[in-house]
């Protein structure tokens, strides 16, 4: 008898060994060999791959000066799909190293990636290293400097299902979520970033003077979507912007230098994504929100926001990543020589916003003074304060 329950102990550690030996392969019979099979992977990686790949090759516009993702390396993480911040605590699903260098010493597999893909290399990790399974977050922070292999300064960016549903938020869509995040790692090391914009003790004039702001950029987008654009109209417009924003200037001077610094860096990563999502035919642009079938003006979120039907906290925040997208698109429609080259070429101590540029453009070609009381009596300035008075008892 005890022989024989000695014989079944060993049977059975033989088979946990044999188990422990080969599971994980057992596990994911089809990644088994030294060569993964793109065709092996599921849907959701194969869509990454597929809008990352046109992102940085089937393209013959560039995104942005000297903005050349090709040339760079990146892990892809497949994150957990319920996990919506990176949390390094969750289960991540898979490691991918693209056009990372000297992957042929690391524990992974090469990905073999079928005619149209124009990837350097691709790698699947067996086992990825702690200091990227250690990634918090859901992509590097601006800075940060990642060494695998060869290669230096890889951006790591985590994605899912998530990424690719039609009901996200567009700003979360892969193909300019990705674009944005990398825009803010490998071009704004340099740029000065001017603390960040509080709305929270603004007064009912400086709101009425945002009001006016909207009501302005809702026009000047209007414009900008139209096939044939009128630089006559377009320079108008930017005559009572420049107007508004002098205004601002001379009630809070420090404030709108914050605004205008957050406007600048993520108006255009903001921009950077835009391009990015009509490559892969995502819907993404100027305030474009979950759900929304219609279109939605500045103006109509200061109405919503009046009424206690949109979060306040847009002001300063989620609105300067509009504002900076709309004033990019304008740069560009107006034909402004060079404006993404001088942005590249700021430095902590010299910075340059988009304000700086329009401001320059509107004095070089001496447009028309506008008055405030002038704008003001065009836009309903009356109503707009009324709408501001509520909005600031919400702050």
């Known amino acids: 008898m005890k022989k024989r329950l000695t014989s079944l102990v060993i049977l059975l550690l033989t088979i946990l060994f044999c188990f422990s030996a080969f599971g994980c392969e057992k596990a994911d019979n089809k990644f088994k060999g030294k060569v993964i099979k793109y065709e092996n992977l599921d849907s959701i990686d194969k869509k990454m791959f597929s809008q990352l790949n046109k992102i940085l090759y089937n393209s013959k516009e560039t995104l942005w000066k000297d903005y050349n993702l090709k040339d760079k390396s990146f892990i892809l993480i497949r994150k957990d799909e319920e996990d919506e911040n990176g949390s390094k ?81 567009p700003a979360y869509a892969f193909s300019p979520f990705f674009t944005h995040e990398a825009f803010h790692h490998y071009m704004q090391n340099d740029w000065k970033i001017e603390g960040a914009p509080s709305s929270v003790a603004l007064t009912k004039k400086e709101i009425s003077c945002i009001g006016l702001k909207y009501k302005v950029l809702d026009k000047m987008r209007t414009e900008n979507e139209k096939d044939k654009i009128s630089k006559k109209k377009l320079n108008k417009l930017i005559s009572e912007y420049i107007s508004i924003e002098e205004k601002r200037k001379e009630i809070n001077e420090r404030y709108l230098n914050e605004e205008h610094s957050k406007e600048t860096a993520e108006g255009t990563a903001c921009y950077v994504g835009l391009k990015a999502a009509r490559l892969t035919n995502t819907r993404y642009g100027v305030l474009a929100f979950t759900n929304n079938k219609e279109k939605v003006t500045f103006s109509d979120v200061l109405d919503a926001m009046s009424k206690d039907k949109y979060p306040t906290t847009f002001i300063g925040d989620w609105e300067l990543y509009n504002t900076g997208m709309e004033l990019c698109i304008t740069l560009d429609n107006l034909g402004i020589k060079n404006w993404q080259k001088k942005l590249n070429s700021q430095t902590p101590d010299k910075p340059i916003n988009l304000y700086d540029i329009l401001k320059k453009y509107y004095k070089q070609n001496k447009l028309e003074e506008i008055s405030i009381e002038k704008i003001e009596d065009k836009y309903n300035y009356k109503e707009i304060f009324k709408k501001s008075e509520k909005i600031q008892r919400l702050l």
């Open 89 to 169: 605590n969750r289960k991540n699903v898979s490691y991918y190293a693209i056009n990372v260098n000297g992957m042929e010493d690391q524990d992974a597999k090469e990905v073999k990636m079928p005619k149209g893909f124009y990837f350097k290399s691709v790698y699947r990790f067996n086992k990825a290293p702690l200091k990227i399974e250690n990634i918090r977050g859901n992509f590097s922070d601006t800075g940060s400097d990642l060494t695998i292999g060869n290669s230096k300064n890889i951006f790591c960016f985590k994605y899912n299902t998530d990424n690719f549903r039609k009901a996200v938020d």
